[in-house]
C-alpha cells in the first residue's frame, strides 16, 4: 500500500483521467474497444445525465507514485427497490491493474462510502445503473462487445472476488448468426404460417418519436416489473436515452406489437456501434467522424443488438401474445438481412429468466459471453 493512494474524482480534470484509464490499462487486449470519449463525459457528468438526479454518486482514482492505476465507483439510486432490514448500494466502473492492493484499496473507499449512508452490502458492478452495463465480464474475453456492452480483463472477477464477493446473478449474451437456414428461418417460417387475429405489427415512427419512446418505456416498465433488480426508467432518462440514441435508430429495427389496437409489445435491435469505433481510440477528431461515417454508411457494420424487448403482463399470457417476441424479431431480421447485417446479438439476460433464454435458443442463438453481478455483506 506504500505509495499507493486512492483520491474521489472532484474535478473535470480528474473525471477526464477516470473516463480515459480503461483506455491504457487495456490498450494490449485485442478485444478490448474503446467508447467515444464524448459519449462517456456525458454519461459520467450529473449535469447530462438525469440518473444523477435520483441517485448519490462518487468516483474515485487509485495513483501511485503519480500514476492513475485504477478506478471505481459507488451510488445509491433511491428508486431502486429495497430490503428495509438490508440495503445494498452498489459499485461500478471497476478498471484497475491486476494488483490485488489496487483492488482492496479501491473497494475499501468504496464500501466505507456506502457505510457512512446507511448501506447494509454492496452489490455490482453496475455502470451506473441496473439498466445500462451491468456485471463482470467472466466468460467470453475472445471477443469485442458488443455496443452499450462491457468489456472487462480475464484476471478482474478473480481481484473482485478476493475482496469478498460471491456471485449473486449471473447475465448472459447470446449471439444468433442471420445466414440463410439455421433456426432462425425455420421458426420464423412457422411463426409467420400462424397468423393472430387482431395482432398487428408496425415499425417505428420517426415523425412520433416521442411518443413512440414513451409507449416503449411504458412497455418495458411494465413488462420488466417483476424481472430481479427491476428499477423503474423515468421520463428523463427515457428522453435522455432516446436523445443519446437517436443516431443509431433504424425505424426498420424497431417493431411494435398491438393488439385489438392497443400497444403490447416493442422490439429494439440497434446497429453495433463498436464495430464502427473500433480502432478510434475514443477519438472523433480530426478524422475520426470520417471513419465512423464511412463505416456506418458505406462499409456497413455487419452486427446488431436486441438491448430491449418485452410485452406487457397485461397480454404475456393470453394465447395471441405468446407469439409477439418471435414476430417482432422476425420483422427485425428480415429488415436487417435486407440491410446486410449478419449476426445478432440478444443481451442482457438474466441467467434465470428462462422464457428469454429459450427464445434465445429457439432462434439458434449461442451463449458465448457472461457477466457475473456480486454482492457483499457490509459488517
Not at 447470446?174 to 420464423?188: G, K, Q
Not at 445478432?344 to 435458443?361: A, G, Q, T, V
Request: hydrophobic share 45%; glycine share 6%; proline share 7%.
Amino acid at each position: 500500500m506504500a505509495g499507493l493512494d486512492v483520491v474521489p474524482v472532484r474535478t473535470p480534470a480528474e473525471l477526464e483521467r477516470f473516463i480515459r484509464l480503461p483506455m491504457r490499462l487495456n490498450a494490449s487486449d485485442p478485444a478490448y474497444v474503446a467508447p467515444l470519449l464524448m459519449e462517456r463525459r456525458e454519461a459520467l457528468s450529473a449535469k447530462v445525465n438525469p440518473f444523477f438526479a435520483h441517485a448519490d454518486v462518487q468516483f474515485w482514482l487509485a495513483v501511485r507514485d503519480g500514476v492513475d492505476v485504477g478506478r471505481i465507483s459507488a451510488q445509491i439510486d433511491h428508486l431502486a427497490p429495497q430490503d428495509p432490514a438490508r440495503p445494498a448500494g452498489a459499485f461500478g466502473l471497476i478498471a484497475a491493474e491486476d494488483d490485488p492492493a489496487v483492488f482492496r484499496a479501491l473497494f475499501a473507499e468504496a464500501e466505507a462510502w456506502l457505510k457512512a449512508r446507511g448501506m447494509a452490502a454492496i452489490r455490482g458492478p453496475f455502470n451506473l445503473s441496473v439498466n445500462e452495463e451491468v456485471g463482470l465480464l467472466v466468460d467470453g474475453f475472445d471477443t469485442p462487445p458488443m455496443v452499450m456492452m462491457g468489456h472487462d480483463p480475464a484476471y478482474a472477477a478473480a481481484r473482485v472476488e478476493e475482496q469478498g464477493y460471491a456471485k449473486i446473478k449471473d447475465v448472459y449474451a447470446y449471439l444468433v448468426s442471420f445466414a440463410p437456414d439455421n433456426p432462425i428461418d425455420r421458426l420464423f417460417k412457422r411463426v409467420s404460417r400462424q397468423p393472430s387475429p387482431g395482432v398487428v405489427l408496425r415499425q417505428l415512427d420517426m415523425k412520433r418519436y416521442g411518443d413512440e419512446v414513451a409507449t416503449l418505456t411504458e412497455i418495458l416498465n411494465d413488462a420488466w416489473r417483476d424481472n430481479w433488480g427491476f428499477t423503474p426508467t423515468t421520463e428523463a432518462e427515457t428522453k435522455h436515452l432516446a436523445n443519446s440514441m437517436r443516431p443509431l435508430i433504424d425505424p426498420k429495427l424497431v417493431w411494435f406489437a398491438e393488439i385489438d389496437g392497443r400497444s403490447a409489445g416493442v422490439c429494439v435491435m440497434i446497429p453495433n456501434l463498436n464495430e464502427a469505433i473500433a480502432g478510434l481510440r475514443g477519438k472523433l477528431l480530426p478524422f475520426g467522424w470520417a471513419k465512423l461515417v464511412w463505416r456506418l454508411k458505406v462499409a456497413r457494420v455487419k452486427s446488431t443488438r436486441v438491448p430491449l424487448m418485452g410485452v406487457r403482463k397485461a397480454f404475456a399470457s393470453s394465447a395471441r401474445a405468446k407469439l409477439l417476441p418471435f414476430q417482432m424479431m422476425s420483422a427485425a431480421t428480415v429488415e436487417a438481412r435486407k440491410m446486410g447485417y449478419e449476426w445478432c446479438e440478444f443481451s442482457w439476460i438474466l441467467e434465470d429468466n428462462m422464457p428469454m433464454r429459450r427464445i434465445s435458443e429457439m432462434t439458434g442463438g449461442a451463449r458465448y459471453k457472461t457477466y457475473r453481478i456480486y454482492e457483499k455483506a457490509l459488517a
